[in-house]
């Protein structure tokens, strides 16, 4: 673990709760701490951290700080009381998915603290087993002073490039993933519109040109049209895929199919369905 031995860990929902609980069996000190402080002494009890009654307490004498909310208006909130005990020498690592010019702005903000960004692809599942992915930006020695609490939480670690990079292949990634939900979800309408069988469907979706994660993921629940929340909430897709278009015109492209996308899941998020999971767009077609 290097000079990393005690980690403050921030956000602890439906991904941060399982990254922090591979940290802690990793051995590293945990304090954590999340706005619902009944979560956060639940977590502390069940796997030996320190529950925080505030993210200045879980920081002060961190060696890193880890933030996984979100967007940045979180992550800054969460700046505000931890900057205050963190000390220059920590690292810090924010593991949410926020737009590449936030992410150089936090940078900034933590100076002279080492940064980096290290966004998740995924779904809760592999949060619990530690096999996420993870894109890391940022400068080269950060990321291998990162690597033990990387290597605790995932299993594809890629450093990216510098510092945005790896916010900008999250968000271009996460893109796709909605473009290919909105699409699997006209196509389960249109094979149960026909009366196909949802098992045949499903079987040989996946042997043809239009498999994808997201069909296997997605596909039974579209199918039985359930959305709880199990993986990724629709409006934290409809962020992302925000967050990408924003990005994407400040290159000077504009993209086409996301933006047909966000329309989607804004009409999904209006009718009810934003804290839903994101297979929830299946609803815009209504």
Same mark, same amino acid.
């Given at each position: 673990m290097a000079d990393l031995e005690r980690v403050a860990f921030v956000g602890l929902g439906i991904m941060g709760g399982p990254?922090?609980?591979?940290l802690r069996e990793a051995g590293f000190d945990l304090s954590v701490y999340t706005r619902t402080r009944?979560?956060?002494?639940?977590?502390?009890?069940? =796997?030996?951290?320190?529950?925080?009654?505030?993210?200045?307490? +879980?920081?002060?004498?961190?060696? +890193?700080?880890?933030?996984?909310?979100?967007?940045?208006p979180e992550v800054d909130?969460? /700046?505000?009381? !931890?900057?205050?005990?963190?000390?220059?020498?920590?690292l810090v690592v924010d593991m949410s998915t926020v737009a590449p010019s936030a992410s150089l702005a936090i940078g900034g903000r933590v100076a002279p603290r080492d940064y980096l960004e290290a966004?998740?692809?995924?779904?809760?599942?592999?949060?619990?087993?530690?096999?996420?992915?993870?894109?890391?930006?940022?400068?080269?020695? !950060?990321?291998?002073? +990162?690597?033990?609490?990387?290597?605790?939480?995932?299993?594809?670690?890629?450093h990216v490039g510098p510092l945005g =990079?790896?916010?900008?292949?999250?968000?271009?990634?996460?893109?796709?993933?909605?473009? =290919?939900?909105?699409? /699997? +979800?006209e196509a389960i309408r249109t094979a149960k519109a026909a009366g196909l069988d949802p098992d045949a469907f499903l079987t040989v979706a996946a042997g043809s040109a239009g498999a994808s994660g997201v069909l296997n993921l997605k596909g039974r629940q579209m199918f039985e049209e359930?959305?709880?929340? !199990?993986?990724?909430?629709?409006?934290?897709?409809?962020?992302?895929v925000r =967050?990408?278009?924003?990005?994407?015109?400040?290159?000077?492209?504009?993209?086409?199919?996301?933006?047909? !996308?966000?329309?989607?899941?804004?009409?999904a998020a209006e009718s009810g369905h934003a804290e839903q999971d994101f297979a929830a767009v299946y609803t815009a077609f209504d």
């Open positions: 990254m922090a609980r591979n009944e979560k956060a002494e639940r977590f502390a009890a069940e =796997h030996g951290a320190t529950a925080a009654a505030s993210p200045a307490e +879980a920081a002060a004498e961190a060696d +890193a700080l880890i933030t996984m909310v979100p967007d940045a909130e969460v /700046l505000d009381s !931890a900057l205050t005990t963190l000390p220059e020498s920590a966004p998740v692809s995924g779904s809760k599942p592999k949060a619990e087993d530690g096999t996420l992915t993870i894109f890391a930006g940022g400068e080269a020695a !950060a990321f291998e002073r +990162a690597r033990p609490l990387f290597d605790a939480m995932g299993e594809l670690i890629v =990079h790896g916010q900008m292949a999250k968000l271009i990634t996460n893109a796709m993933g909605a473009v =290919h939900a909105a699409m /699997l +979800a359930r959305w709880e929340p !199990a993986l990724f909430k629709l409006e934290h897709m409809l962020k992302d =967050h990408t278009l924003v990005e994407a015109r400040s290159l000077g492209i504009e993209l086409e199919l996301p933006a047909l !996308a966000e329309g989607l899941y804004a009409r």
